[in-house]
Nanobody, 123 residues
Framework: QVQLVESGGGLVQAGGSLRLSCAASGRTFSTYTVGWFRQAPGKEREFVTAITGSGSRTYYADSVKGRFTISRDNAKNTVYLQMNSLKPEDTAVYYC????????????????WGQGTQVTVSS
C-alpha cells in the first residue's frame, strides 16, 4: 500500500513558478512510476507528466513541455514538479499518482492517488 500527499500549490501570477511535491509512504515507492495529473473545473482529469521508478524516463504533455520538469528523490520518497512560466490555463487541482502500468498517460493505469493541491495562476 502506498499513500501519496501533495503539497506546494498556491496562487501565483502568470509567468511565475511553483514547485509541487508528492511525498509517498511505503518501502516500494522506488518501483512505481509516478504521474502528475490536473483537473480544472468542468473538465476531465488530464495527464501532465510522469517519471519511471528509477527516474530514467520522463513523459510530458505537449502543453507543458519546456515549462514543467518532473524529478524524484527515492531516498526521500518524494517526486517533484517544477512549474515555470505558468499560464492562467495551468490553473487546476494537481494530483500525483503511483502505479506500475506501462501507460503513464492514462489515469486508470495508476493504483494510488493523492488528495490534490490547488494551483491558481492569475493573469
Amino acid at each position: 500500500q502506498v499513500q501519496l500527499v501533495e503539497s506546494g500549490g498556491g496562487l501565483v501570477q502568470a509567468g511565475g513558478s511553483l514547485r509541487l511535491s508528492c511525498a509517498a509512504s511505503g518501502r516500494t515507492f522506488s518501483t512505481y512510476t509516478v504521474g502528475w495529473f490536473r483537473q480544472a473545473p468542468g473538465k476531465e482529469r488530464e495527464f501532465v507528466t510522469a517519471i519511471t521508478g528509477s527516474g530514467s524516463r520522463t513523459y510530458y504533455a505537449d502543453s507543458v513541455k519546456g515549462r514543467f520538469t518532473i524529478s524524484r528523490d527515492n531516498a526521500k520518497n518524494t517526486v517533484y514538479l517544477q512549474m515555470n512560466s505558468l499560464k492562467p490555463e495551468d490553473t487546476a487541482v494537481y494530483y500525483c499518482a503511483g502505479g506500475n502500468s506501462p501507460l503513464p498517460g492514462i489515469p486508470k493505469a495508476y493504483n494510488y492517488w493523492g488528495q490534490g493541491t490547488q494551483v491558481t495562476v492569475s493573469s
